[in-house]
């Protein structure tokens, strides 16, 4: 579970990058004024951050963001400065990512539209499967952040643990030759049972942060830094 995790938290960051990064080449051709072309690519990188921010926050089951400017444990580029009717929306939205994915997509149409993104409509369309490669990432994600190991699989090992905890020290006791030896057998067995439980357990969602296993904050700060990075080029 937790290289499938991993695999999948950097798809969902490559993916979102590598769309941004598409959309911001192709505006290169635009027939569009260049304020209207800088508009674009602003709110194009803010809702891309926006965007991750979001799955990752339910990926680690986190608390419902109330408030775009102050609702999250991740780090958002200038989400605040996009409009008021987007952030609205957003906010009121059952679906937050869905809702920010189509806002996405609408941009992308209305700069088509406008001359932003005058390239042909079959090179544009990359841009939309770039897009939706990120979305199934997050989704094939989900499996593991919302479908937890079976409660029988979980009884079984703690049974097995409690066990081996229980009777390790009278098999000790009867063929260890001393009581050092048999503390210090008894102890090594079961401590290292009962550790690699709790590890177990502590990974059954790789993407929670108590689990300290994946640094999602670090990946969400890679991806803005990247961004911005696009709009100065």
Not at 26 to 41: G, H, K, T, Y
Not at 103 to 121: E, M, Q, R, T, Y
Request: net charge negative; hydrophobic share 50%.
């Amino acid at each position: 579970r937790y290289t499938e995790a991993a695999r999948y938290l950097h798809c969902l960051g490559a993916g979102w990058f590598e769309t941004a990064s598409t959309l911001v080449a192709f505006c290169r051709a635009a027939d569009a004024p260049p304020s209207e072309v800088d508009m674009f690519q602003q709110v194009l990188v803010r809702l891309i951050s926006l965007l991750n921010a979001l799955c990752l926050e339910s990926l680690q089951q986190g608390q419902r963001v109330d408030d775009i400017g102050k609702g999250f444990r991740f780090e958002v580029m200038g989400a605040v400065q996009l409009d008021e009717e987007t952030q609205e929306d957003i906010l009121n939205s059952a679906d937050k990512i869905q809702c920010v994915f189509q806002v996405i997509h609408n941009l992308i149409v209305d700069a088509h539209k406008s001359g932003v993104l005058s390239i042909a409509p079959p090179i544009l369309a990359r841009s939309f499967q770039e897009l939706g490669a990120g979305l199934l990432a997050y989704n094939e994600a989900k499996k593991l952040s919302y479908a937890p190991l079976p409660l029988a699989y979980k009884a079984i090992t703690l049974a097995i643990t409690i066990c081996s905890a229980a009777f390790v020290p009278v098999m000790m006791a009867i063929y260890a030759k001393g009581s050092i030896s048999a503390f210090a057998f008894t102890f090594g067995g079961v401590f290292l049972l009962w550790f690699m439980y709790g590890v177990a357990e502590a990974l059954d969602n790789p993407f929670r942060k108590h689990a300290r296993s994946l640094d999602a904050s670090s990946m969400q700060h890679e991806l803005n830094r990247l961004l911005t990075q696009l709009l100065v080029q």
